[in-house]
């Protein structure tokens, strides 16, 4: 089955402990994604990857790293997270670039004590 | 940054009636896409629609573009419990290098049996 997978599906952390949230994708998609989503605040996009070693800075980058090594992994880190950091985040990625529709994982709620 | 601006923030409804939801963004776009989110799930993807297209539908799903008022309607006929859900339009700029997909902060929408 055609699916984006995200892991863990809920995170409870303390400030300043580094984290990894997990991405990885079946379809051989270039263009992967992070969002992150706050009531009244809609998606805001975290960093993009266009393809493997290519990757650029969304909307709201600040307190956030990525790399993408492999074509199906994108993992979001969080090396020093901070209250401020407690959302619904994201992954997504679409065939080949930005502007064809994206594929959704389920989504991690993280929530940083 | 936000581009897509869907109104109404909310609707409520009874099952079999239509819902009528807008979108108003501001800059050109290459193709303007809706998007479904189930209470803190990920989004899945309901129909694209590109600059030069005017309507297109899918199943009870219809979409209209003005790309001279810069705004979009997404009709769902015939209402069902099961439409309950948040509700999102997102717009592709047109292409030039590398592009991304902004969302709106979403409507949402509930059927009640």
């Known amino acids: 089955e055609a699916q984006v997978t995200q892991n863990p599906r809920y995170l409870i952390t303390v400030t300043g402990k580094k984290l990894t949230v997990t991405c990885s994708q079946n379809m051989n998609h270039e263009y992967m994604s992070w969002y992150r989503q706050d009531p009244g605040l809609g998606l805001r996009q975290i960093y993009y990857?266009?393809?493997?070693?290519?990757?650029d800075k969304g909307d709201v980058p600040e307190g956030y790293k990525v790399s993408r090594k492999e074509k199906r992994n994108f993992p979001l880190i969080l090396e020093s997270p901070s209250p401020n950091q407690t959302s619904l985040y994201f992954c997504?990625?679409?065939?080949?670039?930005?502007?064809?529709?994206?594929?959704f994982g389920s989504g991690t709620q993280l929530s940083v004590l | 940054s936000q581009q897509g601006e869907e109104d109404p923030q909310a609707l409520s409804i009874q099952e079999g009636e239509n819902a009528t939801m807008n979108c108003s963004y501001k800059t050109s776009i290459n193709n303007l896409q809706w998007y479904r989110q189930n209470s803190g799930r990920g989004l899945v993807h309901l129909i694209l629609i590109r600059s030069n297209e005017r309507e297109k539908h899918s199943g009870r799903l219809r979409v209209t573009l003005d790309t001279s008022k810069k705004s979009s309607s997404l009709l769902i006929t015939a209402s069902r419990a099961a439409d309950t859900a948040s509700y999102f339009c997102a717009t592709a700029p047109p292409i030039s290098g590398y592009s991304t997909l902004t969302f709106g902060k979403g409507t949402m929408l509930l059927v009640s049996p």
């Open positions: 990857s266009m393809n493997v070693e290519v990757t």
């Open positions: 997504a990625s679409s065939l080949r670039r930005e502007g064809e529709k994206l594929f």
